[in-house]
């Protein structure tokens, strides 16, 4: 079975959707929440760079050295949720974290904006028009967000293999339609994808290895297993530095025979 990414509008009804896709499936689930929370165990990191983000245009050098770290984190904790099939993930952005895989679907879930305003209203206790400010709020930032991290625009329909919009449809019938797509032969797991997603997820435990290790948390290294081999691409350096590297990824089960390629800047490169 499948990995099912919902990316959320604020205020769109995903909640209830997974609710109902849970308790229907029988899949576990996973948010965005749930990842900042392992994230967060490295030094708070991930609230560190949500708190940057408001400054980031202004401060986009110190917000800068946070994002390579938090990539790499949120990665290795997504990886290790998915490397077991049958999970849904809820999130905004989430899905730019992993490359478009045969057993990953992509979902966008949106609501007309007097329904959010209403959701809203319920939820904060709030008037109308504290409701319309912080669904304004809560969308920019989230698109702005999208941008930093993946320079990518989370609205654009070409991300996403399905979108529903909940002022068409009730969330029954949301529900239906993605556990028949869910269903579906084409986004079955294969050994091909099962494998993919492990090798994914031993070049995502060396970064994070190595983000979190003091000799070099300041480096940008990114890890790729290509056809049995592990390859490091990062910034030239020393010999001693390259051992220390060398020493870090050996100690990660699966990382005792790698190579190290410098010269190479993976900043954007978060969907290998």
Same mark, same amino acid.
Request: net charge neutral.
């Given at each position: ?28 689930? !996973? ?24 400054? $980031? ?115 029954? $019938? ?8 869910? $269903? !579906? ?17 031993? !070049? ?45 990824? !050996? ?22």
């Amino acid at each position: 079975m499948p990995i099912l990414f919902i990316s959320r509008g604020t205020m769109s009804g995903v909640y209830k959707l997974v609710d109902c896709l849970t308790e229907s499936t029988g899949f576990r689930c !996973a948010s965005h929440e749930s990842l900042t929370k392992i994230v967060n165990r490295y030094g708070e990191l991930a609230t560190r760079v949500v708190e940057k983000l408001a400054d $980031a245009i202004s401060g986009y050098d110190q917000f800068s050295k946070l994002r390579w770290p938090y990539l790499v984190l949120m990665r290795h904790a997504l990886l290790e949720e998915v490397l077991e099939d049958n999970m849904i993930y809820n999130g905004y952005s989430g899905h730019f974290l992993l490359p478009p895989l045969q057993h990953f679907i992509r979902v966008r879930i949106d609501a007309p904006l007097d329904l959010r305003i209403k959701m809203t209203m319920e939820r904060l206790k709030c008037v109308e028009k504290a409701a319309r400010d912080y669904i304004t709020k809560v969308d920019d930032e989230r698109v702005r967000w999208a941008r930093f991290m993946f320079a990518r625009d989370l609205r654009d329909p070409k991300y996403y293999d399905v979108h529903l919009n909940l002022g068409h449809m009730s969330i029954k $019938a949301m529900c239906g339609i993605c556990e028949q797509v869910m $269903a !579906a032969e084409e986004f079955k797991a294969t050994h091909e994808t099962r494998t993919r997603v492990e090798q994914l997820l031993l !070049a995502a435990s060396v970064e994070a290895a190595l983000v979190t290790d003091p000799r070099t948390h300041t480096l940008e290294i990114a890890a790729k297993v290509e056809e049995g081999v592990l390859s490091l691409l990062g910034p030239y350096l020393e010999g001693a530095e390259v051992k220390t590297v060398m020493e870090i990824a !050996a100690k990660v089960p699966g990382g005792e025979k790698v190579r190290y390629t410098p010269g190479y800047a993976p900043t954007l490169d978060v969907q290998r």
